[in-house]
């Protein structure tokens, strides 16, 4: 299995419990590993049989900034869902960090797996 992967990418949303959390924006960082075969780009160079990550990035900033959930697992889960469905994704890691959230720790954030490799 190869992988495309999408590292630090930055998004605001409205997200969290509080009912002060309800009216601000705060900060996420995304990481993906998305499954795919390089070979078979790599055979075409041709963009159309890529894992698009700039597509890919694109649409999820879009979706996260017009997302109010209150639980990072909730972002993560839809968010996951809209990868492998929208770009024919069969497996991937997705890190959701909320780097603001505690402010003695550095990040916190979940991890999830989903679909199958290949
Ligand atoms: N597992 C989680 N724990 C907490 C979350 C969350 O989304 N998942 N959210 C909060 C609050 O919104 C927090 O980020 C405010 O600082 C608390 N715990």
Same mark, same amino acid.
């Given at each position: ?6 590292? !630090?990418?930055?998004? @605001? ?6 009912? *002060? ?36 990035? !694109? ?8 997302? @109010? ?6 972002? $993560? @889960? ?9 770009? %024919?994704?069969? *497996? ?7 780097? !603001? $959230? ?6 916190? %954030? ?7 490799? %290949?």
């Amino acid at each position: 299995m190869d992988i495309v992967y999408i590292t !630090g990418l930055q998004a @605001e949303a409205v997200i969290g419990v509080y009912e *002060w959390e309800r009216s601000i924006r705060q900060q996420l960082v995304l990481d993906l590993e998305l499954a795919c075969d390089c070979r078979v780009a790599a055979s075409s160079d041709s963009i159309e049989d890529a894992v698009d990550y700039d597509a890919i990035s !694109g649409r999820l900033l879009a979706y996260i900034g017009d997302s @109010e959930f209150q639980l990072i697992e909730t972002l $993560a @889960e839809r968010a996951a869902e809209l990868v492998m469905r929208e770009f %024919g994704v069969s *497996w991937l890691r997705l890190r959701l960090a909320k780097p !603001g $959230a505690v402010a003695e720790a550095a990040s916190v %954030g979940v991890v999830i797996e989903r679909g199958q490799p %290949g």
